[in-house]
């Protein structure tokens, strides 16, 4: 079976549940389970014996060496990350324990698993560190997509952490042959993502009636990638991936911000009209920037594509009406994960 960090977040959850349905093969999800980490994610697999969760920290190197030897891991997928820009400026110290330290733990654990496998299971056995494009730093308008190639130029705490995590791993395959796979990967959306986020923010403040907040002149761009894509294409590297490389993921889909917001706009006005006939735009704020908020990234998936044969099924147009319909189905979620309601549940279930 395999090993998930962060199986009950957002693209982790996603994550666990794709590769249930797609392969059967079974998966130890651990998980911490802080604010953006909820278990409810995972409802859908209550009861089924392929899925066992643990609560627990990447941190803690006896506890991961312990599920590692006891279920005979023979994979591990981390997503376990402190992920958000605006928490990260606010609070970097969070972002410095679990992506580097969390990460150079978590690596150390592994390889002291993998150097005590016999050989056939060493050869077989891989670590997949997922990242993000974040740590590339910023385009201009006219600079080429991010490649494999580029050079690490991070402009916030959130995608520091994630450029030092990303070069322990790196480390970690060339000093000790740890087989490390890494993938970065372009802005993600889709269901269960924690309304903090641009697209869950958005829509769960249009139907609030509260305003809908665009950063600057919203003219910032980013590549959208449907998470049910980004899932598909982590199946792939670790099937096929070569040793210790790396493979961007991204949507082939550049908007820019007010784009985005506009467009789930109109979506809200055909699927959920308001009251009174207006259109849920009239409710857009233009705010002050963020500190060192990146103009625009980019992602070349033409290595993916090439070397492995993935490229993403949904267009931005067919991924955000499914996103937005997951959503008005499941305001109960959202309620819940906004209220803090599954933080009593989780309190409750697992103290």
């Known amino acids: ?25 079974a998966v130890v999800n651990l998980d911490k389970l802080t604010y953006a980490g909820n278990v409810r994610n ?12 643990v609560r627990g920290d990447i941190a ?7 599920l590692l030897a ?10 376990a990350a402190e992920s958000h820009v605006d928490r990260s400026i606010h609070g970097p110290a969070d972002f410095v324990d679990t992506n580097i330290v969390g990460t150079f733990r978590l690596l150390e654990a592994v390889r002291s698993h993998w150097t005590a496998l016999p050989a056939a299971e060493q050869q077989a056995f891989r670590f997949l560190h997922v990242s993000t494009d974040e740590v590339f730093g910023t385009l201009s308008p006219t600079d080429p997509p991010f490649a494999e190639t580029n050079p690490y130029q991070p402009n916030s705490p959130y995608a ?15 000093t000790y042959g740890v087989p490390v796979l890494t993938t970065n990967c372009s802005n993600n959306y889709g269901p269960w993502q924690f309304p903090e986020k641009l697209i869950p923010l958005v829509i769960a403040n249009a139907l609030a009636g509260k305003p809908l907040p665009i950063y600057g002149d919203g003219m910032q761009i980013r590549d959208w990638l449907y998470v049910g894509d980004h899932c598909a294409a982590i199946r792939r590297v670790l099937e096929a991936g070569r040793l210790g490389e790396v493979y961007c993921v991204g949507g082939a889909s550049e908007k820019p911000n007010i784009e985005v917001v506009k467009t789930l ?17 009239t409710q857009i704020t ?8 990146d103009r625009r990234y980019a992602i070349d998936a033409r290595k993916i594509a090439t070397e492995l ?14 996103t937005v319909r997951w959503y008005l189905d499941h305001q109960d979620w959202v309620a819940d994960v906004t209220s803090g309601g599954y933080r009593d549940w989780i309190a409750k279930h697992y103290g």
């Open 160 to 174: 520091a952490s994630k450029a030092a995590s990303d070069h322990l791993v790196r480390g970690h395959h060339h």
């Open 265 to 281: 706009c109109s979506i809200l006005d055909a699927e959920r009209p308001r009251s009174d006939g207006t259109s849920y735009a």
């Open 1 to 25: 079976m395999i090993l998930v960090t962060g199986g009950a977040g957002f693209i982790g959850s996603n994550f666990v549940l794709d590769w249930l349905a797609a392969t059967g093969e």
């Open 286 to 293: 233009f705010v002050k920037d963020r500190p060192g908020h």
């Open 60 to 66: 803690d190197r006896p506890l991961v060496e312990g």
């Open 309 to 322: 044969g993935w490229k993403p099924a949904e267009t931005f147009e067919t991924g955000l009406h499914r």
């Open 42 to 53: 995972l409802a859908a697999l209550e009861g089924d014996s392929r899925h066992t969760f």
């Open 70 to 79: 006891d279920h005979r891991i023979r994979s591990v997928v981390h997503f």
